[in-house]
């Protein structure tokens, strides 16, 4: 091997690597500007807060304490149920299913939300029993599809017409349901148009952070709704400029889907538990004795996540991940869960839902 040679194309390797640090640096200076400068995202920014449904009527507060931290939207969830993957969808005024999270306690959430003069997102979920996610439920019979597809159908559309009624801004069509929209497509087309004909509101879809490429139906809906739980950075003990760096590709890769399908991004839910480790497995979730506490993390999380997108033409803002009512709000059972209540994250919350509710009541 010629010496020279050699030297000059390690020569070379250095300098790209250099000049990739440089640019790299760049971003990130750029990002953390970002963060320290006025919000100017437009007025219709989402700044949203996502309710957990309270077991028994929830005191008139609840919705004041979310529109006290600078939320303008919070999310309402009613819930369906399935024993297991071959079992009957429901969704009625079961005995056992909590006070909020079915018809008479939503609309009555609704009504609480109004008065507190918050918007609503109405966002429908699935939950199946014995440990399923509900990205695995599939069908390999006809018969159990169809049948599915027209509770779901019943499901989504009674709710559809509770959001008419109530004026409710935003409805969610579905939750990471990943291989429903795979098994049959023409199902969702048709349920999108049921739901057109009798809710004039605004429409999304809550997909997986790891397949909201897959949804083949976005220009049907008003936002690219993503349930944004994507992996930050396996640092230990990560600083902003990691956290910052983590976020580079996810937000690049979001910005073309933007392009191609010509709607904003809204992240249906966002959020990151008080424990170490937690931006590298965000979508990890329990309450249980794995990690320790560390609610620095947790902010660090949230304010690289608003520094990253929050002043972004193209994104909508989000609901984080979650809030509960006084009775459900233990801390010390939740100091490694997603709630930001009672910790240092509530802050960083604050001070950027904070600056839109300040600039209109500016302006």
């Given at each position: 091997t010629n010496p020279f040679m050699l030297r000059t194309y390690i020569g070379k390797q250095v300098l790209v690597s250099l000049f990739v640090r440089i640019l790299l640096?760049?971003?990130i200076g750029s990002l953390l500007w970002s963060?320290?400068?006025?919000?100017?995202?437009?007025?219709?920014?989402?700044?949203?807060?996502?309710?957990?449904?309270p077991p028994h009527p929830a005191e008139d507060a609840v919705m004041q304490e979310i529109a006290q931290q600078?939320?303008?939207?919070?999310?309402?969830?009613?819930?369906?149920?399935?024993?297991?993957?071959?079992?009957?969808?429901?969704?009625?005024?079961?005995?056992?299913?909590?006070?909020?999270?079915?018809?008479?306690?939503?609309?009555?959430?609704?009504?609480r939300a109004r008065a507190a003069d918050l918007s609503i997102m109405?966002?429908?979920?699935?939950?199946?029993?014995?440990?399923?996610?509900?990205?695995e439920l599939s069908f390999s019979d006809t018969a159990q599809q169809e049948k599915w597809n027209a509770d779901y159908r019943q499901y989504l559309l009674h709710y559809a017409h509770m959001a008419e009624e109530e004026e409710v801004e935003l409805l969610c069509i579905g939750t990471e349901l990943c291989m429903q929209l795979n098994d049959d497509p023409a199902f969702w087309t048709s349920l999108i148009e049921d739901i057109r004909e009798v809710y004039t509101g605004k429409l999304t879809y809550a997909a997986n952070w790891d397949c909201y490429q897959d949804f083949p139906l976005w220009k049907q809906l008003d936002y690219i709704g993503i349930d944004a739980y994507f992996p930050i950075t396996e640092v230990e003990e990560p600083k902003m400029e990691d956290a910052l760096a983590g976020w580079t590709y996810w937000k690049e890769s979001m910005r073309k889907y933007v392009d191609t399908v010509g709607?904003?991004?809204?992240?249906?839910e966002y959020g990151y538990r008080s424990k170490k480790?937690?931006?590298?497995?965000?979508w990890v979730s329990g309450t249980g004795a794995d990690g320790e506490p560390d609610k620095d993390i947790q902010s660090l999380g949230y304010e690289a996540l608003y520094c990253t997108f929050w002043n972004e033409a193209w994104f909508q803002g989000g609901f984080l991940w979650k809030w509960h009512v006084e009775e459900m709000h233990r801390p010390a059972e939740r100091s490694k869960d997603y709630?930001?209540?009672?910790?240092?994250?509530?802050?960083?919350i604050r001070k950027h839902y904070g600056a839109q509710s300040l600039k209109k009541k500016e302006q």
């Open positions: 640096l760049i971003v963060c320290a400068a006025t919000q100017s995202t437009g007025d219709h920014r989402i700044d949203g807060i996502a309710l957990e449904g600078g939320a303008e939207w919070v999310c309402l969830m009613p819930y369906a149920y399935m024993k297991d993957t071959r079992s009957e969808l429901i969704y009625g005024p079961v005995d056992w299913t909590w006070w909020g999270e079915k018809s008479d306690g939503i609309r009555a959430l609704i009504h109405l966002k429908p979920h699935l939950w199946i029993g014995r440990g399923y996610y509900t990205g709607r904003p991004i809204l992240f249906t480790g937690a931006l590298a497995e965000p709630t930001p209540q009672e910790k240092p994250a509530m802050d960083i």
